[in-house]
């Protein structure tokens, strides 16, 4: 009986580190993501366990993770280092956006915001009125993003945010961190966790 109880134990056990979180940057180096276009990959680097984005030449790039996803939660701390900036996250692949920093278009903060051309329902047509209140521009930010099918959900430092059901959306893709062409900056990443959902 003492057997069974045990071997019931290591079984609950397991199962739930499953279902847990685990790491997508390791705090040491840049294994499980590559750069888009290679040849700016210097852009992307490992300092004291942060992972730091910065384009001096104004270049594009996108750094992905060389596995693709589908439903998940994802998490991660964010902190900007220069005045202007235009980042985010691409949850599937090219297509929509988790814009952190001043959109391009609109010139205006669109953290947390959800950017989907794709849609033709507007360039942004995943919005709230709550960024000036709880976007802590040059410090450190947590972002939360949920994906359920075609469901996008943004939270920023624990504060609901976008609720957005996507029409042209990949099912499945890499994620995305990008430092957008046309503008000097930098910014650095840091407790970058994912929880797929099965």
């Excluded at 360039?123 to 450190?140: I, R």
Aim: proline share 4%; with cysteine.
């Amino acid at each position: 009986m003492l057997k069974i109880s045990y071997l019931i134990v290591v079984l609950i056990i397991a199962g739930s580190c499953g279902t847990g979180s685990v790491k997508l940057f390791d705090g040491k180096t840049l294994d499980g993501w590559e750069c888009d276009p290679a040849e700016v990959s210097s852009h992307w680097k490992v300092e004291n366990g942060e992972l730091v984005g910065e384009n001096p030449d104004e270049k594009a790039s996108m750094l992905w993770t060389t596995r693709t996803y589908k439903d998940y939660d994802l998490e991660l701390e964010y902190i900007t280092l220069t005045k202007d900036y235009d980042t985010g996250v691409f949850p599937r692949g090219n297509g929509h956006q988790v814009q952190i920093g001043i959109s391009r278009s609109l010139q205006q903060d669109m953290t947390a915001c959800i950017y989907a051309p794709k849609d033709e329902k507007g360039a942004y047509p995943g919005q709230t009125d709550k960024v000036d209140e709880f976007h802590k521009v040059g410090e450190w930010n947590h972002l939360r993003v949920i994906m359920t099918g075609k469901r996008i959900q943004t939270f920023l430092n624990e504060e609901p945010f976008v609720d957005y059901e996507g029409i042209v959306i990949n099912d499945e893709g890499p994620i995305g961190l990008q430092l957008h062409g046309g503008v000097h900056m930098a910014v650095k990443f840091r407790n970058i966790r994912i929880k797929e959902i099965l």
